[in-house]
């Protein structure tokens, strides 16, 4: 059930590493970080965790009207003497688009990155106050 409703919303489904340690050639998951998205009268909010993932492998970009969050988690390293018996945290490269608002200001955009948690704030426009239009008779 799970593939089908991710295949219908577009997700790619979720496949899980083998809790014991193998020498086969195990492809790491593909993972999706989750995602808080915030808004107030001034800015959008955008919270995503991003456990044990430094900030240099994060990237955001704004481009054709998406705001795109992607990045890696990488692996730890196998050590010989340690047995793993649960093994359920993703790692690998990620990827989050979001549509850019019609009121907001692609070009005011702000990401600050703290404790494991990304904050992308995306600020409004300034609307035009309204203007009011003299009728003249004629």
Known sequence: MHRRL???FGLAPLRQRSAVASDENLSLPDWTPLVDVIED???YLIKVELPEVQKNDVRVTVENGALTIAGERKSEKEEKNR???RTERFFGR???S??????ANPAKVVA???DGVLQV?????EKAPP?????KVS
């Not at 979001?98 to 009121?103: A, H, I, L």
């Not at 203007?131 to 009728?135: A, F, M, R």
Request: charged share 40%; net charge negative.
């Open 6 to 8: 991710s295949s219908v």
């Open 83 to 85: 047995c793993y018996h």
């Open 121 to 125: 704030r995306l600020a409004k426009s």
């Open 131 to 135: 203007k009011q239009i003299e009728i």
């Open 98 to 103: 979001f549509t850019v608002p019609e009121d």
């Open 41 to 43: 009268d001034k800015e």
């Open 112 to 114: 600050d990155f703290k």
């Open 94 to 96: 990620f990827e989050r």
